[in-house]
T-cell receptor, first 109, second 118 residues
Framework: GIQVEQSPPDLILQEGANSTLRCNFSDSVNNLQWFHQNPWGQLINLFYIPSGTKQNGRLSATTVATERYSLLYISSSQTTDSGVYFCAVTNTGGFKTIFGAGTRLFVKA | GAVVSQHPSWVICKSGTSVKIECRSL??????MFWYRQFPKQSLMLMAT?????????EQGVEKDKFLINHASLTLSTLTVTSAHPEDSSFYIC??????????????FGPGTRLTVL
């Protein structure tokens, strides 16, 4: 089946710093989503981005489908950005969505 | 829009009992719903995919007789953990894909249900 790899697994930032999270996937996909899981477990949808670039405030994402990777950029990080960031891809045909292992982010004040 | 709810949000039960978790799409119809399980500090693992009116498709290694899934309507799917044991303790998350997604495969996730089996 399709493989999803995220890097780095853990990241510690000082408040105000920028960061880039990466998601590599092993096969063609119909969809790619980035999520932030808050401390209570709720998955917050950040981007639906099967290709191209999107921006939402301090966050932006780029997916290069032909090269099978996506990047999530966090600028001017805040302590509330802490949590786990997941990349999830939907295989061709749309039958299942597979999650990467996540990047655990901690932003220090 | 695109809200998915789960009930209960947390449950504690004794070993050997059965627990039912409900997943509802509140403001859209979902032809397909998904059930995931997440152990502490791990990722979400897909358990099964359910389509309204048909049998669920289980992932390899997931016992279909233990995790009963019913997708009776376009807005409701249930997961029943039968004869629960402590190793079934986990965070269970459902998601739903809108019926009219216009070619999009976006999924919307519920808030999760934390199950603790004593």
């Amino acid at each position: 089946g399709i493989q999803v790899e995220q890097s780095p697994p853990d990241l510690i930032l000082q408040e105000g710093a920028n960061s880039t999270l990466r998601c590599n996937f092993s096969d063609s996909v119909n969809n790619l989503q980035w999520f932030h899981q808050n401390p209570w477990g709720q998955l917050i949808n950040l981007f639906y981005i099967p290709s191209g670039t999107k921006q939402n405030g301090r966050l932006s994402a780029t997916t290069v489908a032909t090269e099978r990777y996506s990047l999530l950029y966090i600028s001017s990080s805040q302590t509330t950005d802490s949590g786990v960031y997941f990349c999830a891809v939907t295989n061709t045909g749309g039958f299942k969505t597979i999650f990467g292992a996540g990047t655990r982010l901690f932003v220090k004040a | 829009g695109a809200v998915v709810s789960q009930h209960p949000s947390w449950v504690i039960c004794k070993s050997g009992t059965s627990v039912k978790i409900e997943c509802r799409s509140l403001d859209f119809q979902a032809t397909t719903m998904f059930w995931y399980r997440q152990f502490p500090k791990q990722s979400l693992m897909l358990m099964a995919t359910s389509n309204e009116g048909s049998k669920a498709t289980y992932e390899q290694g997931v016992e279909k007789d233990k995790f009963l899934i019913n997708h009776a309507s376009l807005t409701l799917s249930t997961l029943t953990v039968t004869s629960a044991h402590p190793e079934d303790s986990s965070f269970y998350i459902c998601s739903a894909r809108p019926q009219t997604s216009g070619g999009s495969y976006t999924q919307y996730f519920g808030p999760g249900t934390r199950l603790t089996v004593l």
